[in-house]
């Protein structure tokens, strides 16, 4: 459904510097799957959700790589056929805090029209009216919020209608970057009950989930990817992210959460020392190496590829990390500890 090939994309501020935020991302989701993003703040998620969309503008820069969806590449279409050709049909995306974007005097109709009226300048009112009433049943919002202005609604019920919105044109691919954050405990469930329906009933054939904490995404997405420094550095299926970490990073994040999900609450509080490189000048060798207990010399200089390895949880699949530790020793050491 979505495949990703070597993605890079940079900031330029305005001091005309680079800020190589995508540094060489690739990933796959096959249709009917989900993928969780995670990482501490300043990693690369968000920029990665922007890049994927294929809508570049400043001071974002598209670099190199591929971006296919639907075995179409959307890499280095313009932007304005992107607007028109992909977003809301090809790939939906909630930015961040989007509900508190949402015009608060214009009722949610009229958004539901807009959005349809990009890629149907001929669809009436009317029709448009039901197809957003059938949807928002389908999906459990009531049929009044349509006539609301957004600023009349609770905080859940705005990011639910924003989710809701936002697919209104079923598309293939929906990024959601912190749908659930900002939000309390109960609207949190609610929202990932949401997107898990919206996966459930094919209003969207794929899922992208962004969050920085990782344990959020046990239960929620068939896969997580853990980005640090804008790469990846390692991608497995939800249990063995949560259960079984390779990359230490990875590990440290299990351990970094304030309050684990259930299911996962034995992790104890670790904060990660240390902070994240610039991404102006990111380091030659493993980027987490200077955060790392187990870095040695070689790790500072040796640039790391991203290894494959099979999965001991499904068959045929194979999980990638991107570590100079090969699995057996990695696991070694984490018994010691
Ligand atoms: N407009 C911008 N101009 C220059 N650099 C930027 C810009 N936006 C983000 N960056 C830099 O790009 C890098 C990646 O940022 P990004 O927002 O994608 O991270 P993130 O993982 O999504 O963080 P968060 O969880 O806080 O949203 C960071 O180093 C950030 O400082």
């Given at each position: 459904?979505?495949?990703?090939?070597?993605?890079?994309?940079?900031?330029?501020?305005?001091l005309?510097e680079?800020?190589?935020?995508?540094?060489?991302?690739?990933?796959?989701?096959?249709?009917?799957?989900?993928?969780?993003?995670?990482g501490?703040?300043?990693?690369?998620?968000?920029?990665?959700?922007?890049?994927l969309?294929?809508?570049?503008?400043?001071?974002l820069?598209?670099i190199?790589g591929?971006i296919?969806?639907?075995?179409?590449?959307?890499?280095?279409?313009?932007?304005d056929?992107?607007?028109?050709?992909?977003l809301?049909?090809?790939?939906?995306?909630?930015?961040?805090?989007?509900?508190n974007?949402?015009?608060?005097?214009q009722?949610?109709i009229?958004?539901?029209?807009?959005v349809i009226?990009?890629?149907?300048?001929k669809m009436s009112?009317?029709d448009?009216?039901?197809?957003?009433?059938?949807?928002?049943?389908?999906?459990?919002?009531?049929?009044?919020?349509?006539?609301?202005h957004?600023v009349?609604?609770?905080?859940?019920?705005?990011q639910?209608?924003?989710i809701a919105?936002?697919t209104i044109?079923?598309?293939?691919?929906l990024?959601?970057d912190?749908?659930?954050?900002a939000?309390?405990?109960?609207s949190?469930?609610m929202?990932?009950?949401?997107?898990?329906?919206l996966?459930?009933?094919?209003?969207?054939?794929?899922?992208?989930?962004?969050t920085?904490?990782l344990?959020?995404?046990?239960n929620?997405?068939?896969?997580?990817m853990?980005?640090?420094?804008?790469q990846?550095?390692?991608?497995?299926?939800?249990?063995?992210?949560?259960?079984?970490p390779?990359?230490?990073y990875?590990?440290?994040?299990?351990g970094?959460i304030?309050?684990?999900?259930?299911?996962?609450?034995?992790?104890?509080?670790i904060a990660?020392?240390?902070?994240?490189?610039n991404?102006?000048?990111?380091?030659?060798?493993?980027?987490?190496?200077?955060r790392?207990?187990?870095?040695t010399?070689?790790?500072?200089?040796?640039?790391?590829?991203?290894?494959?390895?099979p999965?001991?949880?499904?068959?045929?699949?194979?999980r990638?990390y991107r570590?100079?530790?090969?699995?057996?020793?990695?696991?070694?050491v984490?018994?010691?500890?």
């Amino acid at each position: 459904m979505l495949e990703v090939k070597n993605l890079k994309t940079k900031y330029v501020t305005r001091l005309r510097e680079d800020v190589f935020a995508v540094d060489g991302v690739s990933l796959k989701i096959e249709e009917g799957k989900s993928l969780g993003v995670a990482g501490e703040s300043g990693c690369g998620k968000s920029t990665l959700a922007l890049s994927l969309m294929g809508y570049y503008f400043a001071p974002l820069h598209y670099i190199s790589g591929d971006i296919i969806v639907d075995g179409n590449n959307i890499s280095g279409m313009k932007p304005d056929d992107v607007r028109r050709k992909v977003l809301g049909t090809e790939i939906a995306y909630i930015p961040q805090a989007a509900m508190n974007a949402l015009n608060p005097t214009q009722k949610i109709i009229r958004f539901i029209e807009d959005v349809i009226h990009v890629h149907d300048p001929k669809m009436s009112k009317k029709d448009i009216y039901d197809l957003a009433k059938e949807r928002f049943a389908i999906l459990g919002l009531p049929e009044e919020v349509l006539q609301k202005h957004a600023v009349e609604l609770s905080g859940g019920m705005k990011q639910r209608t924003v989710i809701a919105i936002s697919t209104i044109l079923s598309p293939k691919v929906l990024i959601a970057d912190e749908p659930s954050s900002a939000l309390d405990v109960t609207s949190q469930k609610m929202v990932i009950k949401m997107m898990r329906d919206l996966m459930d009933k094919g209003f969207i054939r794929s899922m992208i989930f962004i969050t920085h904490e990782l344990p959020l995404l046990y239960n929620v997405t068939d896969d997580i990817m853990v980005m640090y420094a804008g790469q990846i550095v390692e991608r497995g299926t939800a249990k063995e992210m949560v259960f079984d970490p390779l990359h230490p990073y990875t590990k440290g994040l299990m351990g970094s959460i304030i309050v684990p999900e259930e299911g996962v609450r034995e992790n104890k509080l670790i904060a990660i020392p240390g902070t994240p490189p610039n991404l102006k000048h990111p380091p030659k060798g493993c980027r987490f190496a200077d955060r790392c207990k187990y870095a040695t010399p070689t790790c500072m200089s040796m640039e790391v590829p991203n290894l494959e390895v099979p999965s001991k949880e499904n068959d045929g699949y194979n999980r990638e990390y991107r570590c100079l530790m090969s699995v057996r020793k990695i696991r070694e050491v984490y018994e010691n500890e």
